[in-house]
């Protein structure tokens, strides 16, 4: 899955952002969702390489709990968009 695609954004000039967030599993995506509802600017960093990837289950995740972790991230980026 590609990482989130910011239009328009030069990251070579000087921007600033209300948070940085590094890594886009299912913690990162919540917390740049949390940003993003009180209208703050977020960036996040991927290397769209998850430790899960191997797991056919994601566990202990608040209202996803049993289901695989590219559908949660695949949601995450949804409902940021």
């Known amino acids: ?4 695609e910011l239009p328009n954004l030069n990251l070579s000039s000087k921007h600033l952002f209300d948070a940085i967030i ?3 599993g299912p913690a990162g995506l919540s917390a740049a969702l949390a940003w993003s ?3 703050r600017t977020t960036v996040v960093f991927t290397s769209s390489q998850y430790r899960d990837e191997k797991a056919h289950m994601a566990h202990t995740i ?3 709990d049993h289901q695989p972790a590219s559908k949660i991230r695949r949601i995450g980026r949804e ?3």
């Open 79 to 81: 409902q940021i968009e």
């Open 37 to 39: 509802r009180v209208r």
């Open 62 to 64: 608040l209202s996803r």
């Open 1 to 4: 899955m590609p990482a989130l």
């Open 22 to 24: 590094v890594g886009a």
